[in-house]
């Protein structure tokens, strides 16, 4: 499984800006897609997944209520996913990463997710 980011940037805060995480390769063989991010000198952090198969979904406490996430059908060997940000804060700008598992039931413990993107940065400027 191959999972490549894109979306992010430099915004001021209180904009919106929108990921986009493309799944291609064994897609079959995950249940389960989420984000997570790492600021400089953090420790990685979940920000939110969705199921695959019934769009299940999940947020952090952080992030819930101005994060939105989505997934869209399978269709030439690919499948989407996104994360729709919203009001953006300072404390927001991290380095997101796409990931996905093998697990129905992932949690939200980065341990729990075997396949990973390359990272997209995103900063918030107060």
């Known amino acids: 499984v191959t999972l490549v980011e894109s979306g992010g940037g430099s915004v001021q805060a209180g904009d919106s800006l929108r990921l986009s995480c493309t799944a291609s390769?064994?897609?079959?063989?995950?249940?389960?897609v989420g984000w997570f991010r790492q600021a400089p000198g953090k420790e990685r952090e979940f920000v939110a997944y969705i199921r695959w198969s019934d769009g299940t979904f999940n947020y952090s406490e952080s992030t819930k209520g101005r994060f939105t996430i989505s997934r869209d059908t399978l269709k030439w060997g690919r499948q989407n996913m996104y994360l729709q940000m919203n009001s953006l804060e300072p404390e927001d700008t991290a380095v997101y990463f796409c990931?996905?598992?093998?697990?129905?039931?992932?949690?939200?413990?980065?341990?729990?997710?075997?396949?990973w993107g390359q990272g997209t940065s995103v900063t918030v400027s107060s």
């Open positions: 390769g064994d897609i079959g063989s995950t249940y389960t």
């Open positions: 990931a996905a598992s093998r697990k129905y039931y992932s949690g939200t413990e980065a341990y729990n997710f075997n396949y």
